[in-house]
């Protein structure tokens, strides 16, 4: 342990495993571990929109914000499940020299919601998928103001990458709307220019900053410690607040209401919880290489779009339109990840 983590009050009994190989050899980098870790968070956070679907047109804000987080708060058992993990947590939690960064942690993800709730509520949905497939540059970015991480790879590989990644997981959006060509173009533009999208843009930037602080101040502690002990702060701050402004009760939760809450509890430990903790994984994994992780959820379209598939027959809010152009799409997005992928290999 570090000496930082040695001055807590309680002394954990040996070093976490925190998901590194080697957590004494810093500079033992495994990219290959960080690209499986990486596409598997990719799939858990693919969840998170069908899941959480039904409950977005269902349930009030708040209320949605009240599930979520106790969903959060759920999956600290299995976060700290391990012993190592206990004692970090505990450990974390009684450093008090901590808690300012908790407070920055929490204030990253609040404002990620309120500019994605600000920017994006009124935006054309393709503007919402260009925003948010921006990640990898944004992250590329956080990375090398934090750790001096230089982009992953040649500037040609990293770019060439990422524009036809980009560019398929934009076709893939595309081609999810049921619209013929010209009338979905001029909605687009219309929403460029009239909603107010432009606000979200900085959204990306903070969910990559989120990602990239964990690693930084809790590198020498459990993955999911960390990550229990920042979901514990945010829910004991939103969880009380969405409560007394919703006045949550169970007594008046219909069939469709219960079935939207199940579907979001789903997807929140999914995505939110077990997504996360991969994603930190492959942040350990590569040293904190922010841009190389966040290249391969350009794949997370396609997969949300795949998931969505069996729940529409169910969800009417849901739809998966097979067609040639998600596919040519899907090939767009798969292979230069794959090729990206190699290049880290050898």
Known sequence: MSGLQQSTVTKCPAPTANFQENAAQPTNISYRNGAVYA?????????????????????????????????????????IARPEARCDFGALLRNWRFWPKYAVLFAVGLCGLELYDVGLSSAHPIITAAVLNLSPFWAAMVAFILSRKPLPGTPKIFFGSFGCAFLGAMLIAWSQINLESATLLREVVQSAFHSRWIFALPMPIMFALSGSLVYVWFKDYDTGAAIAVNFFVSGAVLVPAAAVHAHLSLTTLSTETASAIALLLIGTLASSAAGRVLYQAALNATRNDNGFVTMFFLIIPALSALISWPLSFWIQDLSFLPNPLFIFGLVLVTAPLMIFALSFST
């Not at 804000?61 to 106790?70: E, G, M, P, Y």
Request: zero cysteines; a negative charge.
């Open 39 to 79: 596409f598997a968070a990719a799939a858990l956070l693919a969840l998170q929109e069908p899941f959480s679907a039904l409950a977005a047109h269902t349930l009030q804000s708040a209320n949605f914000i009240a599930v979520t987080q106790i969903s959060l708060l759920a999956s600290i058992p299995l976060l």
